[in-house]
């Protein structure tokens, strides 16, 4: 038992902090706002080129760097708390969709892709408002030789900047998984305008679309749709911790500068108990990222359950939600007057705490499935 | 970052286990579950020859050099012994003051006589101690404690003289650690000293201070010229408050693993309840159930992080706020029992004010987030020491 990082995952981190603080600059991420695909592309070249970052747990057998979650989490992290405008979240969860499949060759030729810094989205539901396999509102029918895929698929992170999407559809009561290129006829790709604007999401359109069997990468891939989402949470929570993490540092910063009655607003003790009570809810999501980073290593190595990582998932997903939330919001209220205008970055990480806390589910969806797991299972004992 | 324990330590998992499972029968049955915060004045006794038993098969004090008597057992055996004492159901430790605060000072700051006239006591489970910090006039405000201690040339001994409070389990105990002022003409944390006081002696009055619950842990400790021995101050006069702070840091959080067994089967018996009585159909007690596991489950990930940290003693962030996220998680913990108990969490067992374990719990709870430093104190520590934020002004009054 050692649950703490690695001299090497100390280095990823501090690399990650020193590469961000140069490259992700509120400046950058304004620009990256402000322009038509809402993605700082320089940065995505350069993090791909140069960090290696979307190779992290792309195996190594396909180009990859074999790393792990907990590599993952280090980094995304560090993206959170500069709402670096680069689709790493999205790739990372697509490299996770295309290692479930990975002995298909479709599948493993993406993977070297993705390692190489291509940008490939997973589009797998609507959002009406299930995010699951309820939620699925594309169908697929095998037509001979072919499928033909119908639907829509909103919410596809990146999707409009994807050189590849990954497309789970319904087939009976279950779903596939398939491979399509974004100029694929009958399918449009439109960019949807979003709250957070550091973070563009995309809206797919399949009328008939008609692709070959070798791009269907698997037919029977529910199952690998729930760890998928669930490996996403782990993701996302790391998003949120950075978010949290930089709320709580704007805001000391911003209170240990102004003034008022005399004295730093820092010194009084109303803000400084804010200050304690958000620190205390970034550690504590920190604490389940950890957490849920290593059931997810354990997953992916075959040694962890399937009810272990909904159950880490669902805990971190509960946890870092708020925590980013409630230190945004918090920190919107530390900084006064300042805190409800455009220039201050602060108002950024509150659209994204909102953003966050809904994607995949909200924490107190994530709450029930805990309640679930504690309450409605069938006493073994009294079996 | 390794999650699971070593195969090595598993086994030494399996040999605590055994011998607690060994041990903890018989004579001693009654007493499994008993003893814990808000019920540590049950059993007394018993509680007492347990502790001798526990000495004897070598299960005290395990995390001390082995010179000492102890195992220089490793933090992740110390953490393991700890989770299968309380999956075991074993009592509350009347000794545990001793050793994870008197003997690890000792040990830190202590002569070598100091060492060893109470070392063997507290490791054979024999000597008994109390904490005797907390004044009428000095709570959170530590550092204004008034109780003097000059020392006495003609005897050659230290005199005490003033009074101390809350001070639990004082009535079972043989010595008390005590912090008072050496030098009168200060009033801060400079000019303390740091005794080791017996308790057994005329200068020393003990009266007990009924609780919330109708029972009484603590006491007032009324010191009227107590005498303790010109070798029985830690350190110099003066150095009190660094070998007091010291004795804060020194726990590293080893027995909040344990800590967090207890607190796990409280929360079992909620669930087992809430599923009985149709609360765990309510949906608004069911996001409170999963936030209560959530919760625990975040103190057990927070724990292993600040036990896998630096070894340089230095608080970290996740120990800094330990404090208040446990405390605050039990607080709350108690009053979702009283809401899954429902109507019912009104009556009592019987008279006279026979509490049941979760009303207990329930009003016990109300210490955890005061003793030790209360939660606003909690909160000014992390906002100053971990935030940087300005400290607090002292007032004139
Ligand atoms: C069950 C129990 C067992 C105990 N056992 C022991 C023991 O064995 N030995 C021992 O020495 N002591 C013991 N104590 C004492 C305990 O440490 C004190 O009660 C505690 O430190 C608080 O001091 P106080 O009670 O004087 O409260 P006060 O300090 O008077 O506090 C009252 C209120 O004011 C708030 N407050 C005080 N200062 C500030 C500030 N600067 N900023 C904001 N708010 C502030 C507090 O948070 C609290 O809400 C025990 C207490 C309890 C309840």
Redesign the interface.
């Known amino acids: 038992?050692?649950?703490?990082?690695?001299d090497e995952?100390l280095m990823l981190r501090e690399s990650a902090e020193g590469f961000l603080s140069e490259y992700a600059t509120s400046a950058a991420v304004r620009q990256a706002m402000a322009s038509p695909s809402g993605t700082d592309e320089a940065l995505w070249q350069r993090l791909a080129g140069e960090m290696y970052w979307p190779a992290i747990v792309v195996p190594e057998d396909c180009g990859g760097l074999g790393l792990g979650m907990?590599e993952a989490i280090i980094v995304l992290e560090q993206l959170g708390r500069r709402l670096a405008p680069a689709p790493l979240l999205a790739c990372t969860q697509s490299v996770l969709a295309l290692r479930t499949v990975a002995e298909n060759p479709g599948a493993r030729a993406l993977l070297s892709q993705l390692a190489q810094g291509q940008i490939i989205s997973l589009a797998h539901t609507a959002a009406r408002p299930h995010w699951g396999l309820e939620g699925m509102a594309v169908s697929a029918v095998q037509q001979g030789q072919h499928w033909r895929l119908a639907g829509e698929a909103r919410f596809v992170p990146a999707g409009d900047n994807a050189g590849t999407l990954l497309v789970a559809a319904r087939i009976g009561s279950g779903c596939g998984l398939f491979k399509l290129s974004p100029g694929e006829s009958g399918l449009t790709v439109t960019k949807s305008p979003t709250l957070d604007q550091t973070r563009p999401m995309a809206t797919l359109q399949l009328s008939g679309v008609e692709i070959s069997e070798a791009d269907c990468l698997s037919e029977c891939w529910s199952s690998q749709l729930d760890t998928v989402l669930n490996l996403t949470r782990v993701l996302v929570g790391a998003e949120q911790v950075g978010c949290a993490q930089a709320s709580?540092d704007q805001s000391?910063a911003y209170?240990?500068e102004r003034v008022q009655f005399g004295?730093?607003i820092?010194?009084y003790?109303a803000?400084?108990?804010k200050?304690?009570?958000m620190?205390?809810k970034v550690?504590?999501a920190?604490?389940?990222l950890?957490?849920a980073?290593?059931?997810g290593d354990?997953w992916l190595q075959g040694s962890a359950s399937a009810q272990e990582l909904t159950e880490a998932a669902a805990?971190l997903a509960?946890?870092a939600g708020d925590a980013a939330f409630f230190c945004a919001g918090t920190g919107i209220q530390l900084h006064g007057g300042v805190g409800i205008t455009e220039e201050y970055d602060i108002q950024l990480f509150f659209k994204r705490a909102r953003a966050m806390e809904s994607y995949l589910g909200r924490p107190?969806e994530h709450?029930?499935?805990?309640?679930g797991l504690?309450?409605?299972k069938v006493?073994s004992d009294a079996a | 970052?390794?999650?699971?324990?070593?195969e090595a330590?598993e086994h030494f998992r399996a040999q605590v286990a055994d011998w607690l499972s060994d041990n903890l029968s018989g004579e001693f049955s009654a007493i499994r579950h008993r003893g814990g915060p808000g019920d540590e004045h049950v059993y007394l006794t018993e509680r007492k020859a347990w502790e001798q038993r526990l000495a004897d098969g070598g299960w005290t004090c395990i995390g001390w050099p082995e010179a000492w008597g102890g195992r220089d057992a490793t933090i992740?055996q110390q953490?393991i012994f700890n989770e299968e004492y309380a999956r075991a159901g074993g009592p509350g430790r009347v000794g545990h003051i001793g050793e994870t605060l008197t003997g690890p000072t000792l040990l830190a700051f202590g002569s070598e006589v100091q060492k060893e006239r109470y070392l063997p006591g507290i490791r054979n489970g024999k000597e008994l101690w109390c904490q005797g910090y907390s004044e009428p006039g000095a709570g959170s405000d530590l550092a204004a404690v008034r109780t003097r201690a000059a020392f006495h040339e003609a005897s050659g001994q230290w005199q005490i003289t003033g009074q101390k409070v809350w001070t639990s389990l004082a009535h079972e105990s043989d010595y008390v650690f005590v912090l008072a002022r050496t030098d009168p003409a200060e009033t801060t944390h400079r000019g303390l000293g740091f005794f080791l006081v017996p308790m057994a002696q005329p200068g020393v009055t003990i009266r007990p201070i009924k609780q919330l619950t109708g029972t009484a842990e603590f006491n007032e400790v009324f010191f009227d010229g107590a005498l303790c021995a010109a070798d029985d101050i830690v350190g110099e006069p003066g150095d009190g408050w660094k070998v007091a702070m010291g004795l804060l840091g020194f726990e590293r959080g080893v027995s909040t693993l344990g800590q967090q067994m207890l607190f796990q089967t409280e929360l079992d018996e909620i669930?087992r309840i809430?599923?009985a009585n149709g609360s765990?159909r309510d949906p608004a007690l069911?996001?409170r159930?999963?936030?209560a596991?959530?919760g625990l489950?975040?103190l057990r990930?927070?724990s292993?992080?600040m036990?896998?940290?630096g070894d340089d003693g230095s608080l970290s962030?996740?120990a800094m706020?330990y404090k208040?996220?446990w405390s605050s998680w039990h607080r709350n913990l108690g009053k979702l029992a009283m809401d899954v108990l429902g109507p019912d969490a009104e009556l009592l067992d019987g008279e006279p004010y026979a509490l049941n374990r979760l009303q207990s719990l329930f009003l016990f709870t109300r210490a955890d987030t005061i003793y030790g430093g209360t939660n606003?104190i909690?909160?000014?520590i992390?906002?100053?020491r971990?935030?940087?934020?300005?400290r607090?002004?002292r007032g004139q009054i």
């Open positions: 038992m050692k649950f703490s990082f690695t995952q907990v709580l000391v209170v240990g004295r730093t820092a010194s003790q803000i400084k108990h200050a304690a009570d620190m205390l550690e504590s920190r604490s389940l950890c957490y980073a290593c059931v354990e805990m509960s946890s107190d709450r029930e499935v805990i309640a504690l309450l409605d006493d | 970052m390794q999650l699971r324990f070593t330590d992740e953490v669930v809430a599923k765990a069911r996001q159930i999963a936030e596991h959530i489950r975040t990930y927070n292993l992080r036990l896998s940290g962030r996740e706020i208040l996220c606003q909690q909160r000014n992390i906002a100053e971990a935030l940087g934020m300005p607090e002004p």
